[in-house]
């Protein structure tokens, strides 16, 4: 069964670091495009951050840029969300999701419709 786990969220102060990891299971992700999304509340969701399947090719948001770094670890079917100079305003929920092998060239590649498969998030607050 195809699974996508989120963690390391949690409680940090504001300029602080954090790193997440969205780590799947029953398949291998090595050739599709993972996205990072966020949530926060009373808010819609937002594409944070892609990755093609080799990694060679990457994308963030303007709020995010020069902050986060995403990278994969296809050995450890494993991609990474590093996350510094935290902002109160980047408190959220954080999601991985699976899109498919170009999701990367598509027209929207951090829009939620081109994503098939989610995990069940990590909550991150940026408070002091």
């Known amino acids: 069964q195809l699974q996508l786990v989120e963690s390391g969220g949690g409680l940090v102060q504001p300029g602080g670091s954090l790193r997440l990891s969205c780590t799947a299971s029953?398949?291998?992700?090595?050739?599709?495009?993972i996205g990072w999304f966020r949530q926060a509340p009373g808010k819609e969701r937002e594409g944070v951050s892609c990755i093609n399947g080799s990694g060679a090719s990457t994308l963030y948001a303007e709020s995010v840029k020069g902050r986060f770094t995403i990278s994969r670890d296809n050995a450890k079917n494993t991609v990474y969300l590093q996350m510094t100079g935290l902002r109160p305003e980047d408190t959220g929920v954080y999601y991985c999701?699976?899109?498919?092998?170009?999701?990367?060239?598509?027209?929207?590649?951090?829009?939620?419709?081109?994503?098939?498969?989610w995990g069940q998030g990590t909550q991150v607050t940026v408070s002091s």
């Open positions: 029953g398949f291998t992700l090595e050739h599709f495009t």
């Open positions: 999701a699976l899109g498919a092998v170009n999701t990367m060239w598509s027209a929207s590649p951090l829009a939620s419709y081109e994503y098939n498969d």
